[in-house]
């Protein structure tokens, strides 16, 4: 089993920052692909940032230039830096990561439990 858990959202005012942090754990062969998306009420899970195990990173374009996605392969971890946050950011944000386990051929997309972000105007 492999679990992400997801740390640093909360509220801020247009302009701010935040960061999100995810750290994946449990039986972990390699982890592949990690990224981050938002979901808004009424709308499908949307991609805002991604990056493979090598660092190459892809970005939904409203958010090029404010976000930066890294990661930590040491740490099984991924982070969100949100810069000059504005109210359409607003959504609860949920990590991804595909996971090759153990024993099982393939690769297994898994998701954390989702860190709600608010930006006021």
Request: net charge positive; aromatic share 8%.
């Amino acid at each position: 089993q492999v679990h992400l858990v997801e740390s640093g959202g909360g509220s801020a005012q247009a302009g701010g920052s935040l960061r999100l942090s995810c750290v994946a754990s449990g039986n972990i062969l390699r982890i592949n692909d990690m990224g981050w998306y938002r979901q808004v009420p009424g709308k499908q899970r949307e991609l805002v940032a991604g990056i493979s195990r090598t660092g190459t990173t892809n970005y939904e374009v409203p958010v090029k230039g404010r976000f930066t996605i890294t990661r930590d392969n040491t740490k099984n971890a991924t982070y969100l830096q949100m810069n000059n946050l504005k109210p359409e950011d607003t959504g609860v944000y949920y990590c991804n990561a595909r996971v090759g386990v153990p024993s099982i051929p393939g690769n297994y997309d898994y998701w954390g439990q989702g860190t709600q972000v608010t930006v006021s105007s």
